[in-house]
């Protein structure tokens, strides 16, 4: 969870080779291919200053944020993306709030490990606190932000938060779509004056 992932891994001399290779790859489905709607997210981004980093790389490769409507987000899964957030808008056009590494690392708890299994909880307070400010932090700066794991797919009241904290777009389950749609759009009605 702690170790060589993520975003440090594309600057360092152990992957940069092949984060290049991976740059290439998405500019020539853009540029070649066609695919010009392909929007890269760099994973696991622990600072500002490691993303201008990255960026840097990408754009040495061809891949210049704003350039030919290109598109960079960032994954939003260590506490220092929410504190931080401010900082991070001035570097990605949007964030997708990854809720399970973001539990894990703000409650301290390897969701992994059958002991400490029933305090692993993204409807925990802290987590939620967190997920409401980076949504309004996003969106005060004009950034797109969604979420991805498995809460809004297994806890509906779940989904129903999300939509009160004004999310853009959630992914679920292919197995719970319509559940989940159901409950977002109950609230949304509910909101609807």
């Given at each position: ?103 894990q690392l703000v409650l ?39 979420l991805c794991g498995q ?24 197995t719970s779509f319509f ?15």
């Open positions: 969870m702690l170790g060589w992932r993520g975003a440090s891994r594309y600057y360092d001399e152990g992957y940069r080779e092949g984060f290049e290779l991976e740059c290439r790859a998405i500019r020539r489905a853009r540029g070649e291919i066609g695919m010009n709607n392909v929007i890269v997210m760099i994973p696991f981004c622990r600072t500002p200053e490691e993303a201008d980093r990255v960026l840097e790389i990408m754009a040495h490769n061809g891949l210049k944020r704003g350039e030919d409507g290109f598109q960079v987000y960032v994954m939003c899964e260590i506490p220092s993306n929410v504190v931080l957030a401010h900082r991070f808008c001035e570097r990605f056009d949007g964030f997708s709030i990854g809720s399970n590494d973001l539990t301290g708890v390897d969701r992994d490990s059958d002991r400490l299994a029933p305090l692993f909880d993204e409807r925990d307070e802290a987590v939620q606190g967190l997920i409401r400010q980076v949504i309004e932090t996003a969106h005060a700066h004009g950034c797109k932000i969604g809460a809004p797919s297994d806890h509906p009241e779940f989904a129903r938060f999300l939509v009160d904290a004004q999310i853009d777009s959630i992914s679920v389950d292919p559940a989940v749609k159901q409950q977002v759009a109950a609230r949304e009605a509910e909101r609807t004056p």
